[in-house]
């Protein structure tokens, strides 16, 4: 069977690890494409909340083969965690497999990140400081410690000691910070490694064969299609591809097998760290948003800004990655609103925008174009069917759905399996 991939079409924190949970029920295999430990997927299921970082949200369902795939950048200390705290809490961790391919997140990636992000005095991304673009960096120089790696201990050795003298000479002369010991580092590597050398494989064959197999496979996506390292709010981006494109490439998986695209987007507008954010409130609406929808970061804890949602980046990532149907999360945080906004276009220096331009010092001072609806103000937290949704928000939906250009399949109204109404 051909694959479907789910994606983020905001800034990321969508809900895609609810959505990949949801579908995995009727799913083989989930495929975790891209992104780092950076990314963070909360799952409520019976069996309580789970915050997942690397591993991919499917593992929370029987009878489901879970991959690393080779675009996702590994910590192998935050892997180690979340594997112990599933297998503590009865979840069966043998159905995880690793990309050989996939790259490891060191320590020194981490140092890395912070001391280039005090450097940018007062432009700072917003990075997550856990080494995730560094760890890329070096993948794209062709200087990455790969998993495959691990398997191997006189290649890890002569491979880290190589890395380890750069990346301390930069520390040295750069930024005069303390060095990395080489060989407290590569005990480490061992250390970790050990319970997780079983799990490392060719995990592209393991995904081809699968859909030779005739196999349901979902591809997850971290991050969101607007923090693409091309066509997202750069430099405000993330250092990977969580788009549709991207997913094929980080999973293993060719174009022509993929017949549906998922994309999924709040209700409103949020995002961490700096860059630009048109419909952004920083006001009581903005905070009332943040509390309702408790939008802090899953990974740092960060409040994340928030704002009305924003049609004009949406339509973009629709187009750009082929969004075949939405999935619409949180819409019940708006059900105590009178009125709900929609952007539809930027205004700048009296001219138009619908589109969110590659130079973003062309965004400073745009100003949003509203459509303004009736909120519906009503509880939608217990409903279970799409048409026991208000007539205001089947509306708002309605709206939505012609500036993605593609028809809302799933509507979320709270953090619970059963809370996705299907459509």
């Known amino acids: 069977m051909p694959a479907t991939i789910i994606m983020g079409g905001q800034w990321g924190d969508e809900g895609k690890g609810k959505l990949t949970d949801?579908?995995?029920?009727?799913?083989?295999?989930?495929?975790?494409?891209?992104?780092?430990?950076?990314?963070?997927?909360?799952?409520?299921?019976?069996?309580?909340?789970?915050?997942?970082?690397?591993?991919?949200?499917?593992?929370?369902?029987?009878d489901v083969d879970c991959v690393i795939g080779a675009g996702v950048v590994v910590d192998l200390p935050t892997l180690a965690e979340e594997l112990r705290d599933l297998a503590n809490r009865g979840i069966d961790i043998s159905r995880l497999r690793i990309s050989d391919r996939a790259h490891l997140v060191l320590p020194y990636h981490a140092q890395l990140d912070r001391l280039e992000e005090q450097r940018r005095e007062g432009e700072e991304i917003g990075t997550t400081l856990r080494g995730n673009g560094p760890a890329y960096a070096d993948k794209v120089a062709r200087h990455g410690i790969r998993m495959c790696d691990l398997l191997d201990d006189a290649?890890?050795?002569?491979?880290?000691?190589?890395?380890?003298?750069?990346?301390?000479?930069?520390?040295?002369?750069?930024?005069?910070?303390?060095?990395?010991?080489?060989?407290?580092?590569?005990?480490?590597?061992?250390?970790?490694?050990?319970?997780?050398?079983?799990?490392?494989?060719?995990?592209?064959?393991v995904v081809q064969d699968a859909l030779a197999d005739g196999a349901n496979i979902l591809i997850e996506c971290a991050q969101g299609a607007m923090l693409d390292i091309d066509y997202g709010t750069y430099p405000y981006v993330t250092s990977s591809s969580p788009t549709a494109a991207g997913?094929?490439?980080?999973?293993?998986?060719?174009?022509?097998?993929?017949?549906?695209?998922?994309?999924?987007?709040k209700a409103y507008s949020t995002r961490?760290?700096?860059?630009?954010?048109?419909?952004?409130?920083?006001?009581?609406?903005?905070?009332?948003?943040?509390?309702?929808?408790?939008?802090?970061?899953?990974?740092?804890?960060?409040?994340?800004?928030?704002?009305?949602?924003?049609?004009?980046?949406?339509?973009?990532?629709?187009?750009?990655?082929?969004?075949?149907?939405?999935?619409?999360?949180?819409?019940?945080?708006?059900?105590?609103?009178?009125?709900?906004?929609?952007?539809?276009?930027?205004?700048?220096?009296?001219?138009?925008?619908?589109?969110?331009?590659?130079?973003?010092?062309?965004?400073?001072?745009?100003?949003?174009?509203?459509a303004t609806l009736p909120g519906w103000n009503q509880d939608t937290t217990e409903l279970r069917s799409f048409n026991d949704l208000p007539e205001n928000a089947q509306a708002y939906i309605g709206v939505i759905e012609e500036q993605i250009g593609a028809p809302v399949k799933y509507v979320g109204v709270g953090p619970a399996r059963e809370q996705l109404l299907s459509r």
Not at 42 to 57: A, C, E, M, N
Not at 166 to 183: C, G, L, R, T, Y
């Open 155 to 205: 290649i890890l050795r002569r491979k880290l000691a190589i890395e380890v003298d750069s990346k301390n000479a930069i520390f040295a002369n750069v930024f005069h910070a303390p060095e990395v010991d080489f060989m407290e580092l590569y005990n480490e590597l061992n250390e970790l490694a050990e319970g997780i050398r079983p799990l490392i494989t060719p995990t592209e064959v």
């Open 22 to 62: 949801a579908l995995a029920g009727s799913a083989s295999m989930v495929v975790r494409a891209n992104g780092g430990s950076n990314a963070g997927h909360t799952v409520k299921t019976d069996k309580g909340v789970f915050k997942l970082h690397l591993i991919p949200s499917g593992i929370l369902n029987d």
């Open 272 to 370: 961490v760290g700096a860059g630009p954010m048109v419909t952004e409130l920083n006001d009581e609406t903005g905070e009332l948003i943040r509390q309702r929808g408790n939008e802090y970061g899953t990974t740092t804890g960060r409040p994340r800004r928030t704002g009305w949602f924003d049609g004009v980046a949406a339509r973009q990532s629709g187009r750009l990655n082929g969004v075949t149907e939405v999935a619409l999360t949180l819409v019940d945080v708006l059900d105590t609103f009178e009125n709900v906004n929609v952007c539809t276009g930027y205004h700048l220096s009296g001219a138009e925008l619908h589109h969110v331009p590659a130079q973003l010092d062309n965004l400073v001072g745009a100003t949003p174009e509203w």
């Open 247 to 265: 997913a094929c490439q980080g999973a293993g998986v060719a174009p022509p097998q993929v017949t549906r695209v998922l994309g999924v987007y």
